[in-house]
């Protein structure tokens, strides 16, 4: 069993910046990939963001590479977004997703590559 959490949403004005934490609880060896996803109302789930928990390796999404940011921290199971240049259509609810396949960093985050999601963080930006 691995559980996800977030934290780090809130409200912001345009052009500000928030940064988002995710801990993944589970045998650090079992995780290799970890994502950010976001959700709008009324909107799919989007991926934007990966990265690879051994290499860093990074991939980012065209609506929000430049601006966002992520990161390891000292644990494996550790990442940090950080999301600047804030737009109000980056409002939604952002949520933190780890897998245990290898990590694929070619497109978008799928989310049939990530089994163990958390609950979610609001993030509100305001113009």
């Known amino acids: 069993q691995v559980d996800v959490v977030e934290s780090g949403g809130g409200s912001v004005q345009a052009g500000r910046s928030l940064i988002l934490s995710c801990v993944a609880s589970?045998?650090?060896?079992?995780?290799?990939?970890m994502a950010w996803f976001r959700q709008a109302p009324g909107q799919d789930r989007e991926g934007v963001v990966s990265?690879?928990?051994?290499?860093?390796?990074?991939f980012y999404a065209d609506s929000v590479k430049g601006r966002f940011t992520i990161s390891r921290g000292n644990a494996k199971n550790t990442v940090y977004l950080q999301m600047s240049m804030l737009k109000p259509e980056d409002t939604a609810m952002y949520y933190c997703?780890?897998?245990?396949?290898?990590?694929?960093?070619?497109?978008?985050?799928?989310?049939?590559?990530?089994?163990?999601w958390g609950q979610g963080t609001q993030v509100t930006v305001s113009s």
């Open positions: 589970e045998n650090t060896k079992s995780i290799n990939s």
């Open positions: 997703a780890a897998g245990v396949s290898p990590w694929q960093g070619l497109a978008p985050p799928s989310e049939y590559e990530y089994p163990h």
């Open positions: 990265i690879d928990t051994d290499t860093g390796s990074t």
